[in-house]
């Protein structure tokens, strides 16, 4: 494993110089680590270079396992200290914006259920982007993202769980208003907007949506995802809007007391689903996914 250690070194620093005063030992000994390993598999795993040290292809391969494997003993580590704590073990998950917490306390409490020790799970946010190489990685156990052309999904699986439709939120004197009349972007795009970040999906579908209508896509105010001040915005804004999922929006009423505009609106944004790495799952990750799944399917329901 020091072995491993080293290799990751040497691509974080470039440096053998560098990684021996990192590691707290001679350059001499990371140069004999660095020529047994290489040995070992046979050919050159870095390339010398006037700008340092970089990866083969045959060291990008070894690299990535290298990072998997150290990633699962610390994925170990845990596991034994929750059972030590009386839990069964640790589940990484990671999770793309407006994904509803609802929806998570509720698979989270419903695995924890249907195990004999408590589970204790972790959750990562970021985007599809940034989790996805992570499951690969074995920093993660578990994505909720978007499932798109646009995602590399070699060397894993996924499941569709859900398609989330568009909702337009406002204040609620101003909500009223809105529905009142017909839809208009024109007007709307006067209104001051809360939006996510660019170049993200949900961001461009709604840009989408007014350059479908004719109309240039609005300037934000605010750029975020994070549902609870997106509420807080837009219930002491009486002119701010924002276009957001079903979910999210109604929970966004009930949290946040903002309204939902009656418009019909729509999009093709990619559907969340569910990646986990290629090969056996563990009992716990499964168990958290069958939950995820029956949740899913019983708000669909609910919906009609």
Do not use: C
Request: no cysteine.
């Amino acid at each position: 494993m020091r072995h491993l250690v080293l290799l990751l070194q040497i691509r974080q620093h470039g440096s053998l110089t560098r990684v021996a005063e990192h590691m707290a030992t001679s350059q001499p000994a990371v140069t004999n680590a660095l020529a047994e390993m290489e040995s070992m598999f046979g050919a050159p795993l870095f390339d010398r270079t006037p700008r340092g040290m970089t990866p083969t292809a045959l060291g990008n391969v070894v690299l990535a396992r290298a990072q998997a494997m150290l990633h699962d003993l610390d994925h170990l580590a845990r596991d034994i200290e929750a059972v030590v704590a009386g839990h069964a073990t640790r589940v990484h998950v990671g999770v793309i914006p407006f994904i509803s917490g609802r929806t998570l306390a509720a698979a989270i409490r419903l695995t924890q259920s249907r195990l004999p020790q408590r589970v204790t799970m972790t959750i990562h946010e970021g985007t599809s982007d940034a989790l996805l190489p992570q499951l690969r990685d074995h920093t993660l156990d578990i994505v909720i993202g978007r499932a798109s052309s646009a995602v590399d999904v070699s060397q894993l699986r996924f499941e569709v769980l859900h398609q989330q439709k568009p909702r337009l939120i406002a204040s609620r004197r101003l909500a009223a208003r809105l529905a009142r009349g017909k839809l208009d972007w024109e007007k709307l795009v006067e209104l001051d907007w809360i939006l996510g970040a660019p170049h993200t999906p949900i961001r461009e579908q709604i840009s989408d949506l007014f350059l479908h209508a004719g109309v240039a896509p609005p300037v934000p105010i605010v750029e975020s995802y994070t549902s609870r001040l997106i509420g807080e915005m837009i219930s002491t804004n009486e002119n701010a809007v924002s276009i957001v999922p079903a979910d999210i929006a109604e929970e966004l009423v009930h949290f946040a007391g903002v309204a939902i505009v009656p418009y019909t609106l729509d999009w093709t944004l990619p559907p969340v689903a569910m990646f986990t790495r290629a090969g056996v799952l563990r009992d716990v990750d499964a168990t958290f996914g069958q939950s995820l799944r029956e949740f899913y399917l019983e708000a669909e329901k609910a919906r009609g």
